[in-house]
């Protein structure tokens, strides 16, 4: 604890006068995140220094996996976060990120490893899908590279789930949300993004260059309002 404590003393006596404006403006209009992140709870994987945001930028959910649960009526501190954001705060994109060297996906892996573990081995159950995606979509692997390939494969099962919550399905179908996966290398530092038109997680460039989405938000009807009022027309004229 006595490094953790020398850094509260360091942002109290340093880097909070250095930001007090900053501070003040959020406490007295609150915050205004334009993004979600959903990322691994891993100590290494810190979204905000990954994306260089300062407070009040980005609203950040971490759990053990970058886990999203299928949406149910049931209380959960994602699902929670999730509706909050979407619906409270009004964020227009949102991020799950996973990253190389994950725990959570190596004990997907070795289920033996979590018999200690209930809680980790039922959660983790939300990332069965990737399991079975590896497995029945690929080919031997080794260790390293089929946890690395299930990293990705759980950000792309985790973009599912999201879309079945009721607030991001609206906000995908009028075209004011947009989804992104993302995988995190820690040795090279570099972020590959799920690109939804060829299903490969690729480099993120500059800012010049176009960023992959997964999922875009385009406004939609599947039906024309004025059908339904042209059956009861023609069913009342019969």
């Not at 980790?120 to 029945?136: F, K």
């Not at 390293?144 to 399905?169: D, G, I, K, T, Y």
């Not at 385009?218 to 309002?225: C, F, G, I, S, T």
Request: with cysteine; net charge negative.
């Amino acid at each position: 604890m006595d490094s953790i404590i020398d850094g509260v003393s360091h942002f109290r006596s340093v880097v909070f006068p250095e930001q007090r404006s900053l501070y003040q403006r959020l406490a007295h209009h609150g915050q205004q995140p334009k993004a979600l992140v959903i990322s691994c709870a891993d100590s290494r994987v810190v979204p905000e220094i990954i994306t260089q945001s300062g407070p009040g930028e980005m609203f950040v959910c971490r759990n053990a996996g970058n886990i999203v649960p299928p949406f149910t009526q049931a209380n959960g501190g994602v699902s929670s976060a999730i509706e909050y954001a979407v619906v409270g705060l009004g964020v227009v994109d949102i991020v799950v990120c996973g990253h190389s060297d994950c725990g959570a996906m190596k004990a997907l892996l070795r289920p033996e490893a979590l018999k200690d573990m209930p809680n980790v081995a039922a959660w983790l159950r939300h990332a069965e899908s990737a399991r079975h995606v590896l497995r029945e979509a690929y080919s031997v692997l080794s260790d390293a590279e089929a946890a690395r390939v299930l990293a990705m494969e759980n950000v792309v099962a985790q973009l599912n789930h999201l879309r079945s919550h009721p607030s991001v399905a609206a906000k995908l179908a009028s075209g004011q949300l947009n989804l992104h996966g993302w995988f995190f290398d820690l040795e090279v530092g570099h972020i590959l993004a799920l690109d939804g038109e060829t299903g490969k997680f690729l480099p993120v460039g500059d800012r010049n260059t176009t960023l992959q989405v997964a999922v875009r938000g385009l406004r939609r009807a599947v039906a024309d309002p004025c059908c339904g009022h042209h059956a009861a027309a023609v069913t009342a004229a019969e």
